[in-house]
């Protein structure tokens, strides 16, 4: 099993910037792919960057330029760092591992942009 804890969320008045980290325990080995999902309400949960094998990142549209995933050597923490936030980005962002068992997720934490 995969154990993910998220922090880093909050207030931030658009073009501000957020860093959201994702503490990782547990069957680090079995990870495959990690990254962030979010969900916004009445919307769809879209994911929002993910780093897949050893070091390929993916991004959603609406956030290249202004997001960067990273993860530590260890593997156990990774990394949402978001930047020139606007209020379209207000979503409760999850950590999430994928593993050959399938996804574990973390408890979410909530983002909000606003003047």
């Known amino acids: 099993q995969v154990q993910l804890e998220e922090s880093g969320g909050g207030l931030v008045q658009p073009g501000g910037s957020l860093r959201l980290s994702c503490a990782i325990s547990g069957s680090i080995v079995s990870i495959v792919d990690i990254g962030w999902y979010r969900q916004a309400p009445g919307k769809q949960r879209e994911l929002v960057a993910q780093?897949?094998?050893?070091?390929?990142?993916n991004y959603a549209d609406s956030v290249k330029g202004r997001f960067t995933i990273s993860r530590d050597n260890a593997k156990t923490t990774v990394l949402l760092q978001m930047n020139s936030l606007k209020p379209e980005d207000t979503a409760v962002y999850s950590c999430?591992?994928?593993?050959?068992?399938?996804?574990?997720w973390g408890q979410g934490t909530q983002v909000t942009v606003s003047s």
């Open positions: 999430y591992a994928g593993t050959y068992r399938g996804p574990y």
């Open positions: 780093i897949i094998g050893i070091g390929t990142t």
